[in-house]
Every structure is written in C-alpha cells, then in structure tokens.
C-alpha cells in the first residue's frame, strides 16, 4: 500500500544525531543516491533474475515459496573465503514481480491496454525501506504499456497495479511507500500504537537509532569475533604472502555511505508518515464509530488538545475538543469546535442518529452534561428520544414547585407582556447597525437633555463549571422599539455601537448595568460612560426598600408584572446562529422592562432630599431607616414666631 499525498514527506537524509531530531520534512528530502555496494549487489541480483529466464525468479519456485532474498547469515559470510566485512552489509531484498503471480493480465490505468515487464529499475535499483532494527529494499519491476500512443510506465509498487491484484497477493506487499522512501508494515503498524498510547515520534525515533545501530555494533563485534578466530586458526586466505602482513579490512561505520550505509528516519518524517497512514484508515474508523451504539451518552469539551495545535496569526482555530462517549466508554463522536456553542454540534449529532436508524440501534435514552439548561433544547431537536426522560422529569418537577410554592399562589402576580405598539428588531449585518444606531441618535437629538434608555446584555453561562462565554447579544430600549443587536465573539462590537455605549448622552438604565458594561470592557475592550442602576434608583425614590432586588422583582414591584426568568432560556445557547423566537422575547422584555421601571419612577422625590422652605400643610411623608419607613404622619402648620 502506497501512502498517498506525501511528495513532501520523502525522508532520504542520512544523518540520525540527537540535533536532527526536530529537523523539519524539507531538510530530510534530499535525492537519494545508492550507497556503490549495493548497487553492485542490486545488479547481480537482477542479472541473476533475467538469467532464470521465462520461469521466473527462482524465490518463486516451489522449492523456496517466498518474495524474499536473504543474504547469508554473518556466520557463514565470514566462514569461507578472505575477511572481508561488505559480505555483513548486505540488506534483505523483497522481489516484486506480480505479474509471474497472477493468471490476469495487468492493465494500464491510463487506456485500459496491456502492460508489458520491462525488467528493473536501474537508479535507482531498489526502493529503501526502514525496518524496526534495518532497512531492507524492494525490487519492483517496471512496467511500459504496449499502447504506443500512451507510453505509461510504472512501477510494480504503484497504487495502480496493486489493486489490480487480488487481496491476498497484495496482503504480501511489506511497506507503507511515500514520494522516494517508505516505512515496513511492522514500524507502520507500531508507529500508529506508540503515537496511540502517548509515546510520540520523538522516543519512537531515539528507540529505532538504538535497535539499529545496535544491529551495526553487533555484526562490527561478530565481525572482530571473527578475525581473532582466524588469527587463532589460520586458513588460506589468513596466511602472509612473504614479508607482507595480513591486512584485513575496516568494518565501516554506521552513517558511511560507501560502507555499511545504515539510516534512520527523522521524526518529521515520522509524524508525516503516521498522519497519512490515518488518514487513510480515517474511513474504517469512522465506519467502526457509525456502527457503535448507546443508550446512556456523555458529552463534554476539552480545551487540552487545542492547546498544542498550531496557531494561525497568534490565534488558535479551534478553542475545544468534543468527545461524546457511550455507557461503555466508547467514543461515539469527536469533533474540534471554534467555540464552546452547541451551534456546531448540531448536524453531526443529527448524522449521528440518522446512523442510529440504519444500524437499528436503540435510541438513546438519557444524555450527561454539565450544562443541562443550556444544552436542552439542541439535545431535544437533536436527539428527539430524550424528550420522553425530559418531560417525564419536568413533570416532576412542576409537581414539587407547586407544592413548596402555595403562598406564592394566593397571590399570583402576572408576567409582564411586551405591547402590541412595541416593535423589536433583531440586527445582524452592519448596515442594519448603523440604521439602528442613528434611530437611536434621532430620539436623542429631538429632547433636551440626556436619553435615557432601557440596557440588558445576554451571553452563555455554564453553572457546573462557571464558565462564561462572550457578550453575544446587546438590547436597547426605548417607548415603542426594542433592539437587539447581535454580537459574533471572533469578530467584536460593531464600531457604532461602541460609540453609542459610550456616549454620555445615551444613559443605560438596567439592574446591574455597571456590571453588564464592564464585562463588554473584558470582552472587547469597549470604553462606556452613561449608566444608570435602577436598583438605586428606584429604592431612593420610595418605590422598592431594597435595592439589591433583581429586576424581576422590582417589575413585578413597580409595573405590577414580572419578568420570566426560566433558567432555560436564562442559561440557552446565546451564541447560536439563530435565535429562538422565545430567546428574542426574553431579552427584549428585559431591555424593554428596564425602560418601563425608570419612566414609572423618575417623577417620584429623592428620599432625603432637603425640603424646600415652605411646604404646604397637611402633606404626607414618612420617616425612614435603611430604606424602610418606620413612621408615618403629614407636616404640620408651621408657626412662626
């Protein structure tokens, strides 16, 4: 199997020290140039094999049955003739030859004609491999088609004629091949494990430097073993001609070309080859995940991954890894995200249920989370089995707030409505910003004075991890229009919105405003001015006794309505693409309620405030402490003396 797009990944540099372990693909893709001892023994081999003629290499034969030419072993190198260490250095070749294999006969890919063998490469000879503890080489026959108008020519190991074979005869073939080099089956197989367990390219690459040249330092010691032999028992070949002494020869060293030639790859060229090969198994896997089941699912974002992924212009793109698990802690479903909203989590979980239904598996009955609330209503359209456990369980909990809530019920209060005269127009492209915005700066310009303005602000919140997302929606209010200005965290407040916050002139009345502005300062940098609190407000004016009630309770309060505070839509995904059309009323009605609280109390007198000098008798008033009255009366005549 040829591993395919990896004509920058050809890893054909010789060099394996501790300072080229980081050393980049590029660096590693040098040509390649037969090391002259092999390429001696490559053509011997390929003499050898034309002179068997018709019937064929004889590792073919049914006397040998095998693909392999072995050197002999060192013993038996070392045992006749003069010492000479180049017999140790001769690799194991595999001889590809398919087409003496198969009663078919080979077609071109490019015409669909015959192919012809035209004998072997000749540079180079062999196809290099890297091995666990060695290299070994492949020797492929090439290939012409006998079309004369297309002139193809390929290699045996092409991709091409390999799957033109039948499976078991290509299960024979024992490399994974790139652009000019290749890794066995065996380092290919345990390359996807190491990386797999967390043992990464960097300890795998420094592991195959010691099995191989730890296969070098023993075949240099067999090699010495055997010289002190033979000055021990001389032969022919040991014994001096004249006053000349023997001379044997020099084993060479690991890294010598014209030697032993030994190679390691580097761990770019590693972790190119291991991304390939997964990219190739990629479909199995997702095959195997689609045929996984679960009836009990856990879904939750890792921000570790992202972390050690390259960053584009100082940014990460992607901030999570969301991995759903099965009860049987098996991965059903893994993505990488840009940002913590269930927005993309969508249509992979509706594929993840169409396949579901073509396995016919049982549909899921129950979905861990940590942020239930806001994770709802995705997991409802999503995976509509839950709704059974969801309304099962919502019942419950209807029932145990009706009954703990039986003195709120004898006196009910309302929930506010939004009027019919109250438009509310959600703004998205800057164009709609801008019209908005200058609606806005209308209704300022046609009073004297500040304007004053209903402000609420929305964005995710996770009340397991406490983890807050982005400013994603903004809400100004006035009388008789609400706007709910959008707001994408990768790309920031629109630059005439910004101005607007920030114009003394608009004042933002909300509960808790300074909060809201301050955390679109932490978000985006926004400078504001204009805020006005209403929990104050209205408590110095007699209309609550506490500030510190919410805005709910002051509506219910001062407009005779409360505001819906249902943590599901409180704690929904407000970073979705498409708001719901309850999400749109929930945030208006905040804004618009704020607006509604400051135009009901602004008229009332300041609690505290110095009297004028004449008051009219008989007026009523009440003496306070801490915000609460504790005595009531009316101002008397005033005598004057």
Not at 624 to 634: L, R
Request: glycine letters at 6%.
């Amino acid at each position: 199997m040829e591993v395919e797009d990896m004509h920058q990944c050809d890893d054909d540099d010789n060099s394996s020290s501790e300072a080229e372990d980081d050393k980049t693909v590029e660096d590693d893709s040098i040509d390649y140039v037969e090391a002259p001892i092999l390429t001696e023994y490559f053509e011997k081999l390929q003499n050898r094999i034309v002179k068997d003629g018709k019937q064929g290499p004889q590792e073919y034969d049914q006397k040998h049955n095998t693909f392999w030419i072995e050197p002999p072993s060192p013993y038996f190198a070392l045992y006749s003739g003069p010492a000479d260490p180049k017999k140790l250095y001769y690799p194991r070749v595999f001889l590809w030859s398919p087409h003496r294999l198969v009663t078919t006969v080979l077609k071109c890919p490019d015409c669909r004609q015959k192919l012809n063998s035209k004998g072997f490469n000749t540079n180079p000879r062999a196809r290099r491999v890297v091995d666990i503890d060695s290299c070994f080489y492949i020797m492929s026959s090439r290939y012409r088609c006998t079309n004369k108008s297309c002139k193809t020519s390929l290699n045996a190991h092409d991709n091409r004629i390999l799957e033109q074979l039948p499976l078991h005869l290509q299960a024979e073939f024992p490399a994974y091949l790139t652009h000019r080099s290749a890794v066995s089956k065996h380092l290919g197989d345990l390359l996807r494990i190491v990386m797999q367990n967390g043992m990464g390219v960097h300890r795998l690459q420094r592991a195959l430097r010691e099995f191989h040249t730890l296969r070098h330092s023993r075949l240099h010691l067999q090699y010495l073993n055997s010289l002190v032999h033979r000055q021990q028992y001389p032969t022919f070949h040991d014994i001096p001609r004249g006053s000349n002494p023997i001379i044997y020869k020099r084993f060479s060293s690991f890294k010598d070309r014209e030697g032993y030639a030994g190679y390691i790859p580097s761990t770019g060229y590693l972790r190119l080859v291991y991304t390939a090969l997964i990219d190739q198994l990629r479909p199995l896997m997702d095959k195997e995940l689609a045929i996984l089941g679960g009836i009990i699912l856990k879904g939750d974002h890792s921000f570790k991954v992202p972390k050690h992924m390259a960053k584009l212009g100082g940014s990460s793109a992607f901030t999570a890894l969301y991995t759903l698990c099965n009860e049987y802690e098996e991965i059903r479903l893994q993505l990488l995200v840009p940002t913590k909203s269930t927005t993309h989590l969508e249509a992979p979980l509706k594929e993840m249920m169409n396949s579901y239904r073509l396995y016919n598996h049982q549909q899921p009955d129950l979905f861990f989370t940590d942020n239930v609330k806001g994770d709802r209503r995705l997991l409802e359209r999503s995976l509509p089995s839950l709704k059974r456990t969801l309304h099962t369980n919502n019942n419950h909990a209807h029932n145990i707030q009706q009954s703990t809530n039986v003195d709120h019920q004898k006196h009910p209060v309302p929930f506010l409505q939004l009027p019919s005269n109250v438009s509310i127009s959600l703004i998205q492209s800057n164009d709609q910003v801008e019209q908005a915005v200058q609606a806005i700066r209308n209704k300022s310009d046609s009073i004297s004075g500040s304007l004053v303005v209903g402000f609420d602000c929305e964005w995710n919140y996770n009340p397991i991890t406490k983890a807050t997302g982005k400013v994603s929606s903004i809400q100004v209010a006035c009388a008789d229009s609400v706007w709910l200005f959008r707001v994408k965290p990768s790309e920031g407040v629109p630059r005439a919105l910004a101005l607007l916050i920030n114009d003394s002139n608009i004042v933002k009345a909300g509960r808790n405003v300074k909060g809201d502005l301050k955390k679109l300062n932490r978000d985006y940098g926004i400078a504001w001015k204009g805020a006005l609190e209403l929990g104050a407000f209205c408590r110095r004016r007699g209309a609550i006794e506490r500030g510190t009630l919410g805005l709910s309770d002051i509506s219910a309060v001062v407009l005779g309505g409360k505001l819906c505070k249902d943590s599901n839509l409180r704690l929904s995904d407000w970073e979705s693409e498409t708001l719901e059309e309850n999400q749109v009323m929930y945030a208006a009605l905040d804004a618009w309620a704020s607006f509604k609280i400051f135009e009901s109390v602004k008229d009332h007198d300041v609690f505290g405030k110095i009297l004028p000098e004449h008051i009219p008798a008989g007026l009523h008033c009440s003496l306070q402490y801490i915000g609460s009255p504790v005595a009531f009366g009316h101002i008397a005549e005033q005598v004057i003396q």
